[in-house]
């Protein structure tokens, strides 16, 4: 770090990815997962997700050789209840709600319609859990 600067802040956070077809991606955002829509931008959509974090999903940027590698985690305190609500939905898991030993957090995977790999999960450690608007 530079002596004598201050570091600058964040104040919000959105992570853009490809879609191809940003109407059935809208349909799974707004509709089976309920998420605002914040700003259609025409061929980019963002989506608020808690706090002051954001996901757009943009037609115009070059789709990546595949989604595999990335990974959407939207955390809540509420991983069973995500599940049963999506599931009602008709939405398929790999798996159902599970604890991962290995990193201490209690989670489920999905797909969306572009095959990303959404996660809902909880942090199971208190030094990890950071309170977001919401949950």
């Not at 997962?33 to 061929?43: A, I, K, N, T, Y």
């Amino acid at each position: 770090m530079l002596q004598g600067m201050k570091r600058p802040t964040f104040s919000q956070q959105v992570t853009f990815l490809h879609t191809a077809d940003l109407n059935k991606t809208a349909d799974f955002y707004e509709n089976t997962l309920g998420l605002p829509l914040v700003l259609d931008q025409d061929v980019c959509r963002i989506y608020a997700t808690g706090g002051d974090a954001y996901l757009g999903f943009c037609e115009h940027l070059d789709a990546p050789l595949s989604p595999a590698g990335i990974i959407i985690t939207l955390v809540s305190s509420e991983v069973d209840a995500w599940y049963a609500y999506l599931k009602e939905q008709g939405v398929c898991f790999e798996n159902p709600p599970r604890h991962n030993p290995r990193y201490n957090i209690y989670h489920c995977f999905l797909h969306d319609p572009n095959g990303y790999l959404l996660e809902i999960q909880r942090f199971e450690d208190p030094a990890w859990h950071q309170p977001i608007a919401g949950d």
